[in-house]
């Protein structure tokens, strides 16, 4: 286990690699490794452990009856999963959890992590913390998705999550987290559709767009 990567990551900032490893001993952690497109977790499942990132990348997407999947969200390392579930234990899934690619997923029981330490030790309390914060930036970007496809045309949605990638990375020289397929699902728009107004948009001046990096141009 890489203790100081972990140290670096949202959920344990502001703990030593020492105290993450004393910490891990008793929460219930384990690691699994998974292929690409495998399922971590499965719509309709009741979970109780919070999944960390450690390598690789996985999507968290939804499925209607017809099988048109939408992305909800996009993990990669030090990035963690399937929070608010495992805090809700008799809450099932209505999500799926895929390997974007292979990786590599630590688990961590969120009760042992809500529990009060016997020892009232400070570094459960900032993990703890953490998971609070990162729990209402989750709620943030469920928000932006939703303001992302509001508009009614499929220009209105690039250019609402173009625009707001822009202003985060603060460049108008970017990358976003996704492919075509997957940034399509996010964005609740056909694929095809989606290529072909990104062609216009680039015929126009509009924006210089190479696979998953973008460059805005224009006024």
């Given amino acids: ?17 020492q105290e ?13 490794r998974y292929e690409k497109g495998q399922i971590i977790y499965r719509a309709g499942e009741v979970i109780h452990a919070l999944g960390v990132v450690l390598s690789g990348s996985v999507l968290i997407e939804t499925d209607d009856v017809w099988g048109n999947t939408t992305v909800l969200d ?3 390392p030090g990035h963690i999963f399937a929070e608010t579930y495992a805090c809700l234990p008799d809450e099932p899934l209505m ?14 029981n969120v009760r042992r992590i809500l529990q009060i330490c016997p020892t009232s030790c400070g570094h459960h309390t900032t993990l703890v913390q953490n998971l609070l914060s990162l729990s209402a930036q989750k709620n943030l970007n469920l928000s932006r998705k939703i303001f992302h496809t509001s508009p009614k045309t499929i220009r209105g949605r690039l250019l609402s999550y173009l625009s707001d990638q822009s202003v985060r990375s603060g460049s108008r020289s970017f990358t976003i987290p996704f492919n075509r397929q ?17 062609s216009k948009m680039q015929r126009e001046g509009l924006i210089r767009a190479d696979r998953n990096q973008f460059v805005l141009l224009g006024i």
């Fill in 1 to 17: 286990m890489n203790y100081r990567f972990l140290a670096q990551t949202p959920l344990f900032q502001g703990t030593s690699p």
């Fill in 95 to 108: 999500v799926h959890v895929k390997a974007a690619e292979a990786c590599q997923i630590l688990f961590l």
């Fill in 74 to 76: 996009c993990a990669g």
């Fill in 182 to 198: 997957q940034l399509a699902d996010y964005l609740n728009v056909d694929r095809s559709a989606l290529s072909n107004e990104l």
């Fill in 20 to 32: 993450i490893e004393a910490m891990l001993a008793c929460l219930g952690s384990n690691v699994r």
